[in-house]
């Protein structure tokens, strides 16, 4: 299976709202060879825009766009859980680039979504 099919699966597994099977499907990934941040970048970030471009819509609301923090921390500590302190300095780099682009995504809630990637740090380490 490419890699391209992978990313599909971590970013419509973020877009249905479902942290178990985005931790399954970045688990996958990373088993079939992916690198952790083709995942971030064409998986859970992709996933992310198309939620947040559904928020701008007014197709979901706030509980759906903290679902879809869940799955992106959820793929975010399988990411981290896999690739050990290399995975941590990755994960680390994407939540400063999501934190920035959140800015883009939900304008009228960045500063949210900066504190919620920043505070899911002492998640990922317990």
């Not at 599909?8 to 985005?22: E, G, H, I, K, Y």
């Not at 992106?72 to 994407?94: K, P, Q």
Request: hydrophobic share 45%; net charge negative; with cysteine.
């Amino acid at each position: 299976m490419s890699t391209t099919v992978y990313m599909d699966q971590v970013a419509q597994s973020v877009n249905d709202l479902a942290p178990d099977a985005t931790a399954t499907a970045v688990r996958a990934a990373l088993e079939a060879g992916a690198q952790p941040v083709e995942i971030i970048d064409q998986g859970i970030v992709k996933g992310m825009e198309t939620v947040g471009e559904a928020y701008q819509r007014e197709e979901v609301f706030l509980p759906e766009l903290l679902m879809a923090e869940q799955c992106m921390r959820g793929g975010l500590a399988e990411i981290e859980n896999f690739a050990g302190e290399d995975g941590a300095t990755v994960v680390e780099s994407a939540r400063q680039r999501l934190a920035e682009q959140a800015a883009s995504w939900i304008p009228a809630l960045s500063s949210c979504v900066t504190r919620l990637l920043h505070s899911s740090d002492s998640f990922l380490k317990t």
